[in-house]
């Protein structure tokens, strides 16, 4: 895929090192394998769509660059971070002040928290993957190893399904399917991406029946 | 529950107390919601069995009450070390020694990867019930976090599936559905467990094909 990606922009090797450097965290669910598969989607949707691939393809490499921990009072701010950072990650290309300001732009505008609306395709692409890597199997696998990491309780034993009680997201993992997982296909901006949402979501609904039989 | 369990064996609310507080951790996949888990199905099955649940409820309660973390060289030994501490958790209830020897019997029995043929009615329940709630969807979820918890990677990005490579579940997560997970079905002892079984085995391979059509 590096190939792909470096004659599909203005990537230098070095840069895209560079850049991937900063993923070998070990958050597994803003790593190395979730920029993979952003890109892996971006260059389907971005080809299907007509966009320019060569703005999306580093903005998919750099949106997650700068990460903060959720349950961090900065981390409305870490998109604006990534975006800031664009300008030395590409100040060695062939990338011109304008692209630069393009590709930062989109960086900027892929938060969900910050919820921006999205002011060129390349943009919509972002917000549309980056949604649709936090739904369907992924979105589990995700959900569930940062529930960890948050050290949250997967449910609450008394009232796992929050009947008739305030949600709370740090506390119980899985209140979390309420304050944001399930209306992530609600907010696609393409029709491709949503297509694809409806499928993602059909898998949330599948996992919580069964779960719901399991517990 | 607790009144049930007081009422339908020789616990004292002391000795469930003082058990319970032994699962105040943050491992996910071995809480507080695990034992919760078990000792409803436990008395489902135990009920629908015919077992002895004054024998079944403490051995369930006791069972990870040792808990040694995936990768420690003790981890096998975490059942015997459970299952020594089960005299002085029921020293001061009405149990006789040959009551606490048949359920330190149980939790011995009751590891996976000492593979111990169970002895008892009792231990073929709790040998059942602890692998179904490593299948289905809080299989899922108890494996995604414990892969945070352990640092390994969601899968290995050149080859997720492990096509003509050895497995490591170690380092990627995904692994362990072929090392342990999707085996787990064929080692049930129950009927009854078996039935709830090929549920959760199903689960798992909706879910691996969603997640294969994702990544």
């Known amino acids: 895929m590096k190939n792909y990606i470096i004659s599909n922009s203005k990537l230098t090797e070095d840069s895209f090192e560079t850049i991937k450097n900063f993923y070998l965290n070990d958050d597994p669910a803003h790593d190395w394998l979730h920029i993979q598969r952003l890109l892996k989607q971006g ?24 990460n903060i ?42 938060s969900y928290s910050a ?9 919509e692409i972002l917000q549309d993957i980056d949604k649709l890597d936090a739904m369907g199997a992924i979105g589990v696998m995700r959900w569930a190893a940062t529930s960890a990491k948050m050290k949250s309780k997967f449910y609450d034993e008394d009232n796992p399904w929050a009947e008739g009680r305030e949600l709370n997201d ?23 991406a949503k297509k694809e949402g409806q499928k993602r979501l059909q898998f949330f609904y599948e996992f919580l029946s069964q779960l719901k039989a399991e517990i």
Chains 1, 2 share one sequence.
């Open 43 to 66: 260059i389907d949707f971005g080809t299907h769509l007509g966009a320019s691939l060569s703005i999306l393809l580093p903005a998919i490499l750099i949106h997650d660059i700068i």
């Open 69 to 110: 921990p959720k349950g961090s009072r900065l981390r409305s701010k870490a998109s604006l971070l990534s975006a800031n950072k664009t300008k030395e990650l590409l100040g060695k290309t062939d990338y011109t002040d304008k692209e630069i300001e393009s590709i930062a732009q989109v960086v900027l505008e892929h």
């Open 115 to 123: 919820n921006l609306p999205a002011t060129s395709l390349e943009s």
């Open 170 to 192: 740090f506390q119980f993992a899985l209140d979390h399917f309420e304050t944001k997982l399930l209306k992530l296909e609600g907010r696609l901006n393409t029709e491709i």
